[in-house]
């Protein structure tokens, strides 16, 4: 599997210019878009983006292919962006409470509503309530469903990602998922009422 | 099946990783509870949302900047 990456290590290695451009193109935004996620700052996740790749320039003679290129740099974006939260909030914990227990959220908002239609999906009034909405989770939960449903990625990968049990990321992503139900039903219901 | 155990198994029935028995329970719950109904559905409809709208990418000015500085650092180390 990560055999097929060999030749672009190669090229990174020699400095080829064309290897760090599709490198760059390929992930630069998904790392744009977790550290966003995550640090909800602009110019904080812009630095994520630099930092994580000049780790990969700075690496690439050790990097033994162990990890795909991808999964490689996610790690190093997903930790640098846990860093810079621990600064800002010293007492950040990455367990979450109740993890273990069976017990989940009640739902408490019971009504339904209807998609927006395709053409408000762009505007900047649902954009706000889905980043509103993706800020009310912990940033464990956030990473899990960033990971899993933004991009895609699949259980196994995120796992490798956060360095949790898969079991763990599947549990962080229904919980995610249902915390985020809850929020844009708030919002919804009402518009919808 | 109850209210709680469909709760437990929404997102395995979402994500279709049900056995065909369970999967079974759960559309027999769903078929006379409204309230699990709206949350399946709504559920369905904020993931949904999040796949289609999460796709953002770096601001053009901030990529072009990104861009050269670090093709620049990878040609120099
Ligand atoms: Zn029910």
């Known amino acids: ?193 | 099946m109850n209210c709680e155990q469909l709760l437990q198994y929404l997102s395995d029935y979402i994500d279709q990783n049900l056995d065909e028995d369970l999967s079974a329970e759960a559309q027999e719950h769903l078929a006379t509870c409204p309230n699990c109904r709206v949350v399946l559905d709504t559920t369905q409809k904020t993931i949904s949302l999040f796949r289609k709208q999460g796709k953002r990418v770096i601001p053009a000015h901030r990529r072009q900047r990104l861009f050269s500085q670090l093709q620049n650092a990878f040609q120099q180390k």
């Open chain 1, 1 to 193: 599997m990560t055999n097929t990456e060999q030749p672009l290590i190669q090229a990174l290695r020699q400095r080829n210019p064309e290897a760090f451009t599709q490198v760059f193109n390929q992930y630069s935004d998904k790392i744009y878009r977790l550290a966003i996620g995550l640090l909800n700052n602009e110019d904080e996740a812009e630095g994520i983006v630099q930092e994580t790749f000049m780790r990969l320039i700075e690496h690439i003679d050790q990097f033994e292919g162990r990890s795909q290129i991808g999964t490689w740099l996610y790690r190093v974006a997903y930790n640098l962006c846990i860093d810079h939260l621990r600064k800002q909030q010293p007492n950040l914990t990455l367990a979450e409470e109740h993890e273990n227990s069976a017990k989940l959220p009640q739902p408490v908002i019971l009504t339904n509503w209807h998609q927006p239609p395709e053409k408000l999906l762009a505007s900047e009034e649902i954009m706000t309530q889905l980043d509103k909405a993706i800020e009310s989770l912990s940033p464990t939960l956030r990473a899990v469903f960033i990971l899993r449903e933004i991009e895609g990625l699949s259980t196994a990968e995120t796992a490798q990602i956060l360095n949790l049990t898969p079991g763990t990321v599947k549990v962080r992503l229904h919980r995610a998922r249902l915390q985020l139900r809850e929020q844009l039903a708030a919002y919804f219901a009402e518009q919808t009422a």
